[in-house]
Every structure is written in C-alpha cells, then in structure tokens.
C-alpha cells in the first residue's frame, strides 16, 4: 500500500521580494488571458470559416506568440513591454 503525504507552506516575503511576486502573477495572467484570447478569437473565426485552425495546445500557443513577437521591432517591442508591465502592475481601480 502506498502511503501519499503532502506538505503546506507559508510564503513570508520581504517587501521586495512581494514586489517581485506580484509581477511574476501579473504577468502570467496576461499571458494567460492573451492565450485564451487567441483561442476565442480562433473558435469564432471558425463558425463562419471551418478551415481556421484552432491552437489547442500549449505548444501552439508559444508558436504562434513566439512568431508575433518576432514580428515586432526592437524599439516596438521595448515600448510593448514597458506597456504591459505598467498595465499589469497598475493599481485596479
């Protein structure tokens, strides 16, 4: 018989340390919601056009945004991301 145990942790960061927690979630839900926005997109263009194809898995996904974001320019890129890190930082009204 196999015996399963499990552990729980309390995180008790610094200051700096919540800080660079906080960016990290930030910006894996905008990654996220990016992605879920791209398949979204896809299912819809699919209703009216059956040949879209549709990127379901994770590897899809960092294609597709791997090839976009080689599509930018550096400076474009340098502003994108300066855009997304106070989008995803700022304070929610």
Do not use: Y
Not at 33 to 52: G, I
Not at 57 to 81: C, E, K, M, W, Y
């Amino acid at each position: 018989m196999t015996r399963h145990t499990s552990f729980r942790f309390c995180l008790d960061p610094t200051v700096e340390q919540q800080a660079v927690l906080s960016r990290h979630v930030g910006t894996a839900r905008f990654a996220f919601n990016q992605c879920l926005h791209t398949v979204k997109s896809a299912l819809t263009a699919r209703r009216t056009d059956p040949t879209v194809s549709v990127p379901w898995s994770g590897f899809d996904l960092i294609n597709q945004h791997g090839t976009a974001a080689r599509l930018l320019s550096p400076i474009a890129g340098i502003r994108r991301v300066r855009s997304v890190r106070a989008a995803v930082t700022a304070t929610p009204p």
